[in-house]
């Protein structure tokens, strides 16, 4: 049997628009079908603070850029939101470009199913696995996957075929950018019609050819990738993560993002603040307590902090069922609010770790105001 042609639409007093269609294919939309296309797309959360930055996490039918320095986050970032799109029933692909993926990188992140991830990367069978092998599996993939989502970690690391046959030199320039730029205008509209999501992850050099008024470093592989992805995102190193603090007792990092471009709507160059600790991945404790403190949810008196937001919620079937649960009167106002009540904001984050309900209640509350 052939191909079933989709049904051309006809459009009243444009003739010319409907010769186009007839002669080129259905490439003249109406506005109100372009936009019930762009409703059906779905956003994924990430994290707390960057799904607000982001505007509510990465869109399918993108592509996203993670750019950053060595051991800012970008891996257990991405890895993280591949066991959330695991969890949206998404098929998560790894290319594994860079070769130094360990079982720590699985191990530390929560809720991830290694079982369900497939890795694509250089084997004892195929030890040189070019750029152009590469970006040809990921085009296939794309086109052929439905739900897909895929992690290319990293650009900067592929090599392509004439680089690899040639003799170390330094002869070769902008080969790789070339091929990226010849890819991402291939799958551009692949990416949409799959509503697949695409996150390469790209490293910062050193910017040796701007004016004095450029920045300090600039993406590997040129701009080219931020030019051609929805969804930008500048990840820096903010400092170590110590609980308690100053103590010496090193557990994550705490990074700072920069949301350049989001193709979920998200305002141009917002900012999150990113708690990773090891072993886990991203800790959404740590940063719905720590947006709740910023915006009252959380009330500070002292020392002592209580969780307002669900004090003053206490009918919430949420609320109210983990007060019942824990045999607290929920029409006792002076119980309820002891029982929301902490001495210190590592007490505070224990709390939400071993209550995750109240933990999501939180969060949800945040996403009404600023989703």
Same mark, same amino acid.
């Given at each position: ?7 051309i ?11 186009? #269609?007839?002669? *080129? ?20 959360g990430?994290?707390?603070?960057l799904d ?14 993670m750019?950053g +320095? ?7 970032t991405?890895?993280y939101? =591949? ?7 998404? #098929? ?6 860079e ?5 720590? #990188?699985?191990k530390?992140? %929560? +809720? ?5 991830i497939?890795?694509?990367q ?19 993939y ?10 290319v ?12 046959d ?7 320039r ?7 730029s010849?890819f ?20 910062n ?7 004095? *008024? ?5 993406? +590997?592989c040129?701009?080219?990738?931020q ?25 994550g990092q ?5 949301? %350049?471009?989001?193709? =979920? ?11 990773i600790? *090891? ?8 940063? $719905?307590?720590q ?5 009252a ?16 919620? %206490?009918d +919430?079937? $949420?609320? %109210?069922?983990?007060l ?5 009167d ?19 984050n224990t ?5 995750t309900?109240i ?9 009404e $105001?600023?989703?």
């Amino acid at each position: 049997m052939g191909k079933k042609k989709s049904k051309i639409i006809e459009f009243e007093n444009d003739p010319v628009s409907n010769q186009i #269609n007839k002669k *080129y294919g259905a490439i003249v939309e109406s506005g109100s079908q372009v936009l019930a296309t762009l409703e059906n797309f779905n956003t994924i959360g990430v994290s707390p603070a960057l799904d607000i930055a982001l505007g509510g996490g990465l869109r399918e039918g993108s592509c996203v850029v993670m750019t950053g +320095d060595p051991k800012t986050g970008k891996t257990t970032t991405a890895l993280y939101f =591949a066991a959330k799109a695991q969890k949206a029933g998404k #098929n998560v692909f790894y290319f594994n470009t860079e070769g130094r993926l360990t079982k720590e #990188n699985f191990k530390g992140i %929560k +809720d991830l199913d290694i079982d369900k991830i497939k890795i694509v990367q250089a084997t004892d069978k195929e030890p040189m696995v070019s750029a152009e092998k590469y970006l040809n599996t990921l085009e296939t993939y794309i086109k052929n996957t439905p739900d897909l989502v895929a992690i290319v970690d990293s650009t900067s690391s592929m090599v392509p075929q004439d680089e690899l046959d040639g003799e170390i030199r330094t002869g070769v320039r902008n080969a790789l950018p070339r091929l990226l730029s010849m890819f991402f205008k291939r799958i551009s509209g692949d990416v949409a019609r799959m509503k697949a999501i695409c996150i390469f992850i790209t490293h910062n050099i050193a910017n040796t050819g701007g004016s004095r *008024y450029s920045p300090n470093k600039m993406a +590997d592989c040129g701009n080219m990738l931020q030019y051609q992805a929805g969804t930008n995102m500048v990840i820096t190193h903010r400092g170590k993560w110590e609980v308690p603090k100053d103590s010496g007792n090193h557990v994550g990092q705490v990074a700072n993002w920069v949301i %350049k471009t989001s193709a =979920a709507g998200g305002t141009p160059n917002s900012t999150a603040e990113g708690w990773i600790r *090891y072993g886990i991945g991203i800790d959404e404790c740590q940063e $719905v307590a720590q947006i709740a403190s910023e915006f009252a949810m959380i009330n500070r008196s002292g020392a002592w902090y209580t969780i307002s937001c669900a004090v003053e919620n %206490k009918d +919430d079937p $949420v609320i %109210k069922n983990w007060l019942i649960e824990n045999e607290i009167d929920h029409e006792n106002d002076e119980a309820i609010s002891k029982a929301f009540k902490f001495q210190g904001m590592e007490k505070v984050n224990t709390f939400l770790e071993e209550n995750t309900e109240i933990t999501q209640f939180i969060y949800q509350q945040i996403r009404e $105001v600023f989703l």
